[in-house]
């Protein structure tokens, strides 16, 4: 497999964040120890462990978290031997507080997370990163929803404010692999730092889409083990790292302990299979941000809705990340619509 760089590539095991949302932010202690003990032995570079919407996400807009958070990245990081932990934080959700909390606690690298449009508000928290001395990286979020142009500016103002690195973060599932070239081509050519992409599943292109990433010389790159993550979950790790292994690529993860892993120790804690049902191809299709699936599930059953219906109009709407509290609203518009009220 040819790349168009040399460095090399780095991969963060998302399930345990990603994955809250499926989970309904009721992850254990136990649980997160299995996993993050299983990774670190299986040799994952880094593993992200934080409520699904980031550090401080455990409210009840986002969805309460069974443990507090401060407590699975404490459970993970004694797990942890040679992997780094991992955290998100999106700014407004989380604060310096919280982020300042997890570094006291083991975290090394936060991916700092914003829409695509709105890179300005990370300034602070990755300027703090770095203070900290932790790898501090940008997470452009629905990067499908912006045009390449701004999507580059976006990335420049992160990287001013010292992100070592900026995901091209396919929040939707929505992006197709030409689509995927082009944002990661025009990042790598137009930065100085290393460029990442984190992708979802919802249109079944996840892994062909991180292998494009990687052809254009994003080196960071995310999955998750059996797919779990919101909407029809992330790139699954095992597969990807199967692809990679045939295409001549050794990320120095063990490819049984990581298919182990996902069959005797993820598996049995899925609430159902991360398959590509209705609710998450329709988010692909509607590119709209995966972590809303349940909410809009939850919301078709409260207001008599098909939650398909919901989850389009939350696209046409082009509502974002941050944005969940519209989700009722647009259901309680839509049912009195139903009804000719």
Known sequence: MKRNSDLPIKMTEVCLRDGSHVMGHQFTEEQVTKVAKALDEAGMHYVEVSHGDGLGGSTLQYGRSLVDEMKLIEAAVNECKQATLAVLLLPGIGTIYELKQARELGAGLVRVATHVTEADVSAQHIHLARELGMEA????????????????????????????AVYVTDSAGALLPHEVRERIRALRESLDIEVGFHSHNNLSVAVANTITAIEEGATRIDGSVRCL????????????????DRMGVDL?????????????????????????????????????????????????????????????????????????????DVAAELSKEKVGV
């Open 229 to 244: 993550g919101a909407g029809a979950g992330n790139t699954q790790t095992e597969v990807l790292i199967a692809v990679l």
């Open 252 to 328: 120095g993860i063990d490819l049984y302990k990581m298919i182990d892993l996902a069959e005797d120790i993820v598996d049995p804690i899925l609430p159902r299979p991360q398959e590509i049902r209705k609710g998450s191809l329709v988010m692909g299709y509607a590119g709209v941000y995966s972590s809303f699936l349940l909410h809009a599930e939850r919301a078709g059953k409260r207001f008599g809705l098909d939650p398909r219906d919901i989850l389009i109009e939350l696209g046409r709407r082009k509502v974002v990340g941050g944005q969940e509290d519209m989700i009722l």
């Open 137 to 164: 990286i940008g997470f452009l979020m629905m990067a499908h929803s912006a045009p390449v142009k701004k999507l580059v500016e976006q990335a420049k103002l992160m990287e001013s404010y010292g992100a070592e």
